[in-house]
Structure formats: C-alpha cells, structure tokens
Nanobody, 116 residues
C-alpha cells in the first residue's frame, strides 16, 4: 500500500497562513505529478493545485494569488503554502499523486479550518 504522508494544516483565523506538506515514496514521487485536492462538508472534492515532475504548477482560480505549490525533489515532498485564508477554504485537504498517467494515490487527508 503506497502511502502519501501529509503534515500541517490546523486552525487559523481569516487572513492567516498555513502550510500543508506531503511526502511520497521516492519511486512514486520521481515519476508523478503531485497535487492537492480539498473537500468541504457537503461538497465534491476539487483540485486546488498540482505540480508536474518538471515543476510546472497549476493553481485553481479560486485560490490563485493566495496559494502556491512547490516540490522538493530531494525530499520527495510537495508543499502547499496557503495565504490570506478565507472561511470558504475550510476543508479536508488531500495529497494526490498520479504516476505515469495511470496510477493514482491519495493521502489520508488533513483538516484545514479557517475561522471568521
């Protein structure tokens, strides 16, 4: 069972910042597009940001200008830096990896709560 190990998240006030990180096994990380999804209560899971093996990022419009994704290939880690957080950013955030276009992996999820 491939494990994506997430860390970070927590509770922050509106306007604050949080960081979530995800470590993947090297065999996966080296060939995968990594990303973060989120799921708020009663809503569908949605993509937040992704980053390719080569470091090309994609950030959803809903968080563009506030969130940034990066990867550290030496540490097999992908990080989502979240700034200017809003209550609507409250969700469980999931690390995601797609290797070779067909193998999909998920983390267990980490809660991010933004209080108003």
């Amino acid at each position: 069972q491939v494990q994506l190990v997430e860390s970070g998240g927590g509770l922050v006030q509106t306007g604050g910042s949080l960081t979530v990180s995800c470590e993947a096994p090297g065999s996966i990380f080296d060939v995968a597009t990594m990303g973060w999804y989120r799921q708020a209560p009663g809503k569908q899971r949605e993509v937040v940001a992704t980053i390719t093996r080569g470091g090309s990022p994609y950030v959803a419009n809903s968080v563009k200008g506030r969130f940034a994704i990066s990867r550290d290939n030496a540490k097999n880690t992908v990080t989502l830096q979240m700034n200017s957080l809003k209550p609507e950013d409250t969700a469980v955030y999931y690390c995601h990896a797609v290797a070779q276009g067909i193998h999909v992996y998920w983390g267990q999820g980490t809660q991010v709560t933004v209080s108003s």
